[in-house]
């Protein structure tokens, strides 16, 4: 999450609900000490984040916000988590995400309501903070996710249970949030338990009681009831029960045995003219509840009806979480129209469900790539969906600038690499950087195992010799296509160069270029139309399926 982007522009009391998703264990490896600086081993033994969150300048500035924020008990708790802990990796993220709840507890509504998702990795020390920060009154739930099925890795020696569930904390504001209870749908084997009985309609109903242990109203009242022959006890509808009527059995019930009705004369009447009385051996009456007119069980804190991601809904974002779990989250603590925060926005799951269920919305994050992966989500699933796009390049002058910022800083360099890969929906191919790429930015699949292989230059100085190696490079790699995607406009030799490649052939489609040349200002017009290729498998940005919704939003990077 960008705290910069938090800060100056997010106002005070803004948000209605907060979903946040932090990588706390990006790349993780499991099952080992956490050393100091100076090597010594820290107070207890968790888990790793081998390549995110270490003790830096940046965690110890973090540390001091915390302690400067005015928030008394942010400060104390994080500074005991410093003392037991020591500064390690785990104190880094610790650290880092104090500053960050801050800052959403700031811009979260006094009705608003915030929920951490996160795993066993961290969540104790989390719970901690957040209680810190929200205070501990204003914890709601803790919810359980079951992401995956039962596994087992007996075979590999692990000694310990399977891991299978998330962990998501649900805090608010204050002591007034909004809320909408949620119903999923009755186990088949209690419908048939409880929902046995049927009425001449053919309506599944159970009985239900129709007295109370006190008085309450006009309850003190006799109800008559008869029992023709071979028939079942019936309400008499008649406006006085003075004298008894011929065929009639005339039963004193409630109030007796410390029973009394629960409901009055007048609903009682209404109950037996819509048919809702059935009536006990006894001849005592009770209701008719019927299956249809229920609305569920209602959903509690353990969830093991939502199924991970999986097929075609898989987007290849790694961490991506399936739409139903957050829409659920969305629909229980927000109205229509209500504001959702995402500060670590991924692959865009939030923002595509509050897309869909017809919130506002903000995704934060701080990679081109998931900013350039939601941008497709959404013009994939919500024909003619309105969002503006903060912090990337909307024209070819902006392309330059985050180029030229890229040439005093590598990192800066990857960046606009994979901002200009996300245009034509093309998976980076060496996304760490922490060997050689071999000519090799990127990789778009197609077919059932073509592949072509994309190269990227932002500098002024292209020429023919790129084109070349490029054709070099696919032939090496056994690849069927070479896209080089260019920030300057290819030159005329460069043109001819790539037309002398010849096309590529595949049974049932038109011949395509084999080299084919892209300008950035092409992608950022036809997105990943700049590309021909046969029978596209979209591996990097699978297409989102056609939603129908309202709503609109922005991305901040």
């Excluded at 909004?178 to 186990?187: C, G, K, P, V």
């Excluded at 790699?477 to 406009?489: C, K, P, Q, R, V």
Aim: proline share 5%; aromatic share 10%.
């Amino acid at each position: 999450m960008s705290l910069a982007v938090l800060r100056e522009s997010i106002a005070d009391d803004s948000v209605d609900l907060i979903y946040l998703d932090p990588p706390f264990n990006s790349n993780a490896s499991y099952n080992v000490l956490f050393r100091g600086p100076q090597g010594n081993e820290s107070a207890a033994q968790i888990e790793a984040f081998d390549d995110t969150w270490h003790w830096t300048d940046s965690a110890e500035e973090a540390f001091g916000e915390v302690l400067r924020s005015g928030n008394g008990a942010a400060a104390e708790m994080l500074r005991a988590m410093r003392s037991f802990l020591g500064e390690n990796d785990m104190m880094a993220y610790l650290a880092m995400m104090a500053v960050r709840l801050l800052e959403l507890h700031r811009v979260l509504k006094p009705t608003g309501s915030l929920y951490l998702h996160c795993d066993p990795t961290a969540s104790h020390y989390l719970k901690i903070l957040l209680d810190a920060v929200f205070g501990a009154r204003n914890f709601r739930s803790e919810i359980t996710w079951k992401r995956s099925s039962a596994h087992s890795d007996a075979k590999q020696g692990r000694k310990q249970y399977g891991n299978i569930a998330d962990i998501i904390f649900f805090y608010t504001k204050s002591q007034d949030w909004s809320w909408n209870w949620l119903f999923t749908e009755y186990d088949r084997a209690y419908i048939e338990s409880a929902y046995r009985l049927t009425d001449s309609k053919g309506r599944r109903y159970r009985r239900d009681n129709l007295t109370a242990a006190k008085p309450g109203g006009d309850v003190e009242y006799l109800w008559p009831v008869r029992r023709p022959i071979g028939g079942e006890w019936e309400a008499d509808l008649d406006d006085e029960f003075l004298e008894p009527k011929e065929g009639w059995e005339y039963k004193q019930v409630p109030p007796y045995r410390g029973r009394f009705w629960a409901y009055s004369k007048e609903n009682m009447r209404k109950f037996a003219v819509e048919d809702r009385l059935a009536y006990a051996r006894s001849g005592m009456p009770e209701y008719k509840r019927f299956l249809d007119e229920m609305p569920g069980v209602p959903v509690q804190n353990i969830w093991t009806d939502i199924h991970p991601v999986a097929g075609k809904d898989r987007l290849g974002y790694p961490t991506q979480k399936p739409v139903a779990l957050l829409e659920r989250i969305i629909a229980a603590s927000s109205n229509p129209g209500d504001l959702v925060l995402d500060p670590f926005c991924g692959c865009g799951t939030t923002v595509h469900a509050a897309e869909k269920l017809g919130r506002q919305w903000v995704g934060i994050d701080v990679t081109h790539l998931a900013i350039g992966l939601i941008e497709k989500r959404l013009r994939d699933a919500f024909e003619g969906v309105e969002f503006t796009t903060h912090g990337v390049p909307q024209d070819r002058a902006g392309a330059r600038d985050l180029a030229a910022r890229g040439r005093g800083d590598k990192n800066y360099y990857f960046e606009f690499e994979k901002w200009a890969l996300s245009l034509i929906a093309a998976q980076p191919g060496n996304l760490s950087k922490k060997g050689a790429d071999r000519g090799i930015d990127g990789n778009i699949y197609f077919g059932k195992t073509n592949r072509a292989i994309v190269s990227v230059k932002a500098g002024d100085n292209v020429g023919v010799s790129m084109i070349r190696d490029l054709r070099g490079v696919i032939e090496r790699e056994n690849a069927e296509i070479g896209i080089f995607l260019t920030l300057t406009e290819p030159t005329k030799p460069m043109i001819s160069e790539a037309a002398a490649a010849g096309q590529f052939e595949m049974d049932g489609f038109s011949p395509v270029p084999r080299i084919q040349i892209v300008s950035v200002a092409e992608a950022l017009q036809l997105r990943d139309r700049a590309v021909r290729l046969p029978a596209r498998r979209d591996d990097a940005f699978k297409r989102a399926k056609r939603e129908i919704a309202p709503g609109q939003g922005r991305l901040d990077l």
